[in-house]
């Protein structure tokens, strides 16, 4: 698996259970608005990931981005209740826009809005489980996002990569895919730095921190680099492998699995894989 492309397209490949999180860089216009032609498009590729027999779950963020969508006049109001009030109307939206795209295929969708205290509480997280498999295994695909109207930092996730990482975990997933707006790790920040390269396999997370400049997040999302080399490193401690890949790019997903698209592969770690492997 020395080849990038052949490892992420094996990978993809031998995945059953994938989740997909999608940042709110990738799911908004320039405007700040919700991305129509990306999540027709997206649900497209993961229509054809489940006729192979494959179970999805999205992550998504863009509560606020729906929020613009249907109330542009709030887009100035910083007041920490009016943002929650934008995301409460925004997630209507948001959740109605991907319901409308899944069900040109006839798939249905089901929607769990969470915060860091349903993960922490383990009733709360067995019934967060025990849902997702009864979504899934019944074809219906679940789409999750943080509860943003209610969460206050001492509940909050804080990012959707994390948030994406966790339900990973919860489910038992084979892989993690990561879409944001850049094609993978790069070296530096492509879009200031020219000669920034990407990396096209992680074996290590704290190894790739000492080898790359990492920049400060950009203006819809809340995270940045780093809390997805968070979720991948959380995932690979479970033998979880994560691709981090720009989620723009039209038939991405296709894309990746037929080796034409470039990306980032946080490879699983060898020692929780030998335990897993070892238990069966």
């Not at 879409?179 to 997370?205: C, E, L, M, R, W």
């Not at 080898?211 to 809390?227: A, D, P, V």
Request: charged share 20%.
């Amino acid at each position: 698996m020395a080849d990038n492309s052949i490892s992420i397209q094996e990978t993809i490949a031998s995945s059953r259970k994938i989740v997909i999180k999608i940042g709110s860089n990738t799911l908004a216009k320039a405007d700040g608005t919700i991305n129509h032609a990306f999540l027709k498009n997206l649900s497209a590729s993961c229509a054809e990931l489940i006729k192979q027999g494959k179970q999805i779950v999205i992550v998504s963020s863009g509560a606020q981005v729906g929020g613009l969508s249907t109330i542009s006049g709030w887009a100035r109001r910083k007041d920490i209740h009016y943002r929650q009030a934008l995301c409460a109307i925004g997630q209507v939206e948001l959740i109605d826009s991907w319901r409308k795209v899944f069900n040109e295929y006839g798939i249905h969708i089901g929607q769990l809005l969470l915060t860091r205290d349903d993960f922490e509480n383990d009733h709360r997280s067995l019934n967060i489980r025990n849902t997702l498999f009864t979504l899934v295994d019944e074809g219906v695909v679940p789409v999750i996002n943080e509860n943003d109207s209610v969460s206050i930092d001492e509940f909050s996730i804080g990012d959707n990569d994390n948030l994406s990482a966790q339900t990973a975990i919860l489910w038992s997933a084979d892989l993690l895919i990561l879409f944001s707006d850049i094609d993978g790790v790069y070296t530096d920040n492509p879009k200031t730095n020219p000669k920034a390269q990407i990396v096209p396999v992680v074996h290590s997370v704290d190894e790739l921190r000492k080898q790359i400049t990492i920049g400060s997040t950009n203006s819809f999302g809340t995270g940045g680099i780093e809390t997805k080399l968070q979720a991948a490193e959380k995932a690979a401690g479970y033998g979880i492998p994560t691709i981090l890949a720009n989620g723009g790019k039209t038939d991405i997903i296709t894309h990746l699995a037929d080796g034409s698209e470039k990306a980032t592969l946080f490879l699983a770690d060898e020692d929780c894989l030998r335990r897993v492997l070892g238990s069966k």
